[in-house]
């Protein structure tokens, strides 16, 4: 509970990216649709070039609290105050708040990816058994969903209230009081984590030796093109609900009611994720997670502005079956490391963490400088009414094109062969190694 109490200030600001920074931008601090695709193309590209690097970092450092754990007290401050300052807006002029936003955007990914490559990473390392990993996972997504809930149900109101009218200050001074619960939850989340799987202390390796290991991980290969695929639709589909509710459903304070709706629906799809995937396995749960969740996605194209009962009936059953996805994958993750140790004999757990978040990162800014795209591209103009033609691009953003990603996501995953008997007898040869190395030191 103490570690995934973390996940709730991560998950906090990657909400806020995805469902209110593109509408913010574009709505409240001024940016066309075009600058802010482009911007964001290019911020989380050059953003997710980082995450191998920090998961070599991490996984080099030796401090009395460990490898990775320290970093949640060393960014827990800067990770608060860079959630406000990318809600700040200042009055400097188109071109001053377009270098203000590149500037601040900029800092806080790389902030956010000196925080979350670590506390991610902790998955591999709090235990060595990977039904556990399982079961930690699905507690940290309980945490991610909660606060996903906690931003959807309260930015609207608290922007009304705190900025009495002034909606940029609203949007500061509420990223203000979350900015402050980041900074808590994380101290928390370092007084309660230790550090239990460790490498092998004659361990011999360099990063170009760990990312030749994981280039020639296959399950990772595949789980990182997943991770792609998934936020690319996660992505598009989060960045253009507020648009889809202000100028389809004209009714943009429903927008929070229906976010809301679906995270707790997908918190509800993660508590059962440890049981189901012991009974049918992680690949097939996976799998099917995905069936479902591509022809939901679809169904929302068939929608009308009125039919509010299926709008929600989607999005309940499209966010039930998204619930298991994430704990699986966070979970596979983790038996991919163990593969890579099994197949090379070396375990790098921070660049195989960090390298999925890369992919995830990439697969975030294609997703929502897609988004930005395509409504640019529909002829989206900010606070006027729309054309037919850009409606039609905010409801293929929301249907069809997910549907299509999700899609794609499947058949990569009918290639992954590391299923969960495969994973068990990994785990029992690594064991039984590390016992064999442990009498030969103490002999």
Not at 5 to 29: H, K
Not at 185 to 191: D, G, N, S, T
Not at 334 to 357: C, F, H, I, P, Q
Request: proline share 4%.
């Amino acid at each position: 509970m103490g570690f995934s109490s973390g996940e709730y200030a991560g998950s906090v600001v990657w909400q806020a990216l995805m469902f209110f920074l593109p509408f913010f931008y574009t709505d409240i601090f001024g940016l066309t649709a075009a600058a802010v695709s482009t911007m964001f193309l290019v911020v989380r590209f050059f953003d997710a070039l980082n995450d191998p690097i920090m998961g070599m970092i991490a996984d080099r450092t030796n401090t009395r609290w460990g490898k990775y754990r320290p970093y949640l007290l060393w960014f827990a401050v800067p990770y608060g105050l860079g959630t406000v300052l990318l809600f700040t807006t200042p009055d400097i002029g188109y071109t001053g708040k377009i270098i203000y936003a590149y500037a601040t955007y900029g800092l806080m990914m790389v902030i956010y990816t000196a925080m979350m490559i670590p506390y991610n990473t902790l998955i591999g390392v709090i235990s060595p058994d990977s039904r556990e990993r399982t079961s930690v996972a699905s507690y940290k997504f309980v945490f991610a969903y909660a606060a996903g809930a906690s931003i959807q149900a309260f930015v609207i109101p608290l922007v009304d209230i705190l900025g009495k009218g002034d909606r940029a200050a609203g949007y500061m001074l509420t990223m203000a009081i979350f900015g402050s619960i980041c900074i808590v939850v994380f101290l928390i989340a370092f007084a309660s984590v230790r550090e239990r799987v460790k490498p092998d202390i004659s361990q011999k390796t360099s990063p170009k030796i760990d990312l030749k290991d994981l280039i020639h991980n296959k399950p990772w290969i595949i789980l990182a093109g997943v991770s792609v695929a998934t936020l690319v639709y996660v992505a598009i589909r989060s960045a253009v609900i507020m648009y889809y509710f202000k100028y389809y459903i004209l009714d943009v304070a429903a927008a929070g009611p229906f976010m809301v709706t679906g995270t707790i629906c997908v918190l509800l799809g993660v508590l059962p994720t440890r049981w189901l995937s012991g009974k049918i396995g992680k690949k097939r749960l996976y799998i099917w997670c995905m069936v479902i969740i591509s022809l939901s996605s679809a169904g929302f194209f068939l929608a009308g502005p009125d039919d509010l009962i299926l709008i929600y009936a989607l999005q309940i059953i499209f966010s039930l079956a998204s619930g298991p996805t994430m704990p699986l994958l966070w979970s596979m993750l983790a038996d991919a490391a163990d593969y890579s140790e099994w197949k090379n004999g070396r375990r790098a757990t921070g660049l195989v963490y960090s390298a999925a978040t890369f992919s995830q990162k990439m697969g975030f800014s294609l997703g929502g400088a897609l988004a930005m795209m395509i409504l640019s591209v529909f002829g989206y103009v900010a606070g006027v009414a729309q054309t037919p033609e850009a409606i039609l691009g905010i409801k293929l953003s929301l249907s069809i094109i997910p549907a299509i990603i999700a899609a794609l996501a499947i058949v990569a995953l009918l290639f992954y062969k590391l299923d969960d008997r495969r994973v068990a007898e990994i785990g029992v040869e690594l064991a039984m190694r590390k016992q064999r190395a442990s009498t030969l030191t103490n002999n």
